[in-house]
């Protein structure tokens, strides 16, 4: 199953409350992202039928390996590109909210690209 930047944001979402929380539930995810539950409720299901995460009994969410993958590369993205355009004199705001958009579209030659010259000047 491919997954919609939508997909993405929500499994990044889960992946970065779980940094933080013990247990992520879908109104912790509905709070962050200030989407109604109905529409968080949906796309936790079509995540979980895709086998990007579970679901127990408590509602608790935990991503699958792949799931984890997806969100690692995605975390990684925003970071570093958020960052790069900190570097370049973005302010801190813009650059998050910016990252946030080019995460999902750039490629992953052209983000390599920018990662490599951003950790040289960034270390």
């Known amino acids: ?17 779980s ?7 879908s109104i912790d995810v509905s709070e962050h ?6 529409s968080v409720s949906r796309a936790i299901g079509l995540l979980k039928s895709g086998g990007f995460i579970n679901v127990d009994a408590n509602g608790h969410i935990t991503l699958t390996e792949p799931g984890l993958q997806i969100a690692r590369k995605i975390y990684e993205r925003h970071t570093l590109i958020s960052k790069f355009l ?3 004199g973005v302010n ?4 998050s ?3 946030c958009k080019i995460e999902h579209v750039i490629s992953d030659e052209s983000f390599e690209a920018i990662k490599k010259y951003a950790e040289s000047k960034i270390g």
């Not at 939508?6 to 889960?14: F, K, L, N, Q, R």
């Not at 940094?19 to 539930?25: G, I, K």
């Not at 992202?33 to 109905?38: A, M, N, T, V, W």
Request: aromatic share 10%; proline share 5%; no cysteine.
């Open 33 to 38: 992202l200030g989407y109604s539950k109905p």
């Open 1 to 17: 199953m491919h997954l919609h930047e939508s997909g993405e944001m929500y499994i990044e979402t889960i992946f970065v409350l």
């Open 19 to 25: 940094q933080n929380n013990p247990y992520v539930r």
């Open 97 to 99: 909210e910016d990252a």
């Open 92 to 95: 801190k705001d813009i650059a």
């Open 86 to 88: 900190m570097l370049i």
